[in-house]
């Protein structure tokens, strides 16, 4: 079964950068979609980006612009590159994997994101 570790969160001032990684434990070529979510305090978990295994990418309307989901197949990695922080880009971001087959089927422990304003 596929295992999900983030990493790369950490405190930025607004208007910063971040670039946040997914390794994956076993392959995530064929994986029918890698997203990326994220959760703040006292509020429902949210989609923010998601690219499938034939590398098209979707996007939640407030990171539009700012935010760049990535694959890197032969590295078993997912990346969120974040630009032009805001503080309301701050959560937790939760990697996670999607497919039919319930062993490529995954969640990531989470990495904390705070945009300092």
């Known amino acids: 079964q596929v295992q999900l570790v983030e990493s790369g969160g950490g405190l930025v001032q607004a208007g910063g950068s971040l670039r946040l990684s997914c390794a994956a434990s076993?392959?995530?070529?064929?994986?029918?979609?890698m997203s990326w979510y994220r959760q703040a305090p006292g509020k429902q978990r949210e989609l923010v980006a998601v690219?499938?295994?034939?590398?098209?990418?979707n996007y939640v309307d407030s990171v539009k612009g700012r935010f760049t989901i990535s694959r890197d197949n032969a590295y078993n990695t997912v990346y969120l590159q974040m630009n032009s922080l805001k503080p309301e880009d701050t959560a937790v971001y939760y990697c996670?994997?999607?497919?039919?087959?319930?062993?490529?089927?995954?969640w990531g422990q989470g990495t904390q994101v705070t945009v300092s304003s």
């Open positions: 996670n994997a999607d497919d039919p087959d319930v062993n490529k089927r995954a």
């Open positions: 076993g392959s995530i070529f064929g994986i029918n979609a």
């Open positions: 690219i499938t295994s034939g590398g098209t990418t």
